[in-house]
């Protein structure tokens, strides 16, 4: 069992910027792949970032990349998302994932077998 605890969601103004935390239970968070995903009201659930278990590749959304940052740091069993230059379309519940049996990055939901309970990220433009 992996618990996922999110945090450093907020209100920020569009343009600013957040860093998402995503605090793993368990010893043995260095072989898991993790990614972020985001579900705004009334839309499906996305893939946001991933990265893999020793944490040298990371994949992203279209909609991010060269704005958003995903890192993971194994002494603290934590996986971060920096998040710049926000825009108003990217105002969404935040949530960690885990991959606990594949290495490959997955962009869909299914693979990942815990979530944590989300963080909210509203950007007001």
């Known amino acids: 069992q992996v618990q996922l605890v999110e945090s450093g969601g907020g209100l920020v103004q569009a343009g600013g910027s957040l860093r998402l935390s995503c605090a793993a239970s368990?010893?043995?968070?260095?072989?898991?792949?993790m990614a972020w995903f985001r579900q705004a009201p009334a839309k499906e659930r996305e893939f946001v970032a991933g990265?893999?278990?020793?944490?040298?590749?990371?994949y992203y959304a279209d909609s991010v990349k060269g704005r958003f940052t995903i890192s993971r740091d194994h002494a603290k069993n934590t996986v971060y998302l920096q998040m710049n230059s926000l825009k108003s379309e990217d105002t969404a519940v935040y949530y960690c994932?885990?991959?606990?049996?594949?290495?490959?990055?997955?962009?869909?939901?299914?693979?990942?077998?815990?979530w944590g309970q989300g963080t909210q990220v509203t950007v007001s433009s």
């Open positions: 990265i893999s278990r020793g944490g040298g590749s990371t």
């Open positions: 368990g010893r043995t968070f260095s072989t898991y792949t």
């Open positions: 994932a885990v991959d606990v049996y594949r290495i490959a990055i997955s962009t869909t939901t299914g693979p990942y077998d815990y």
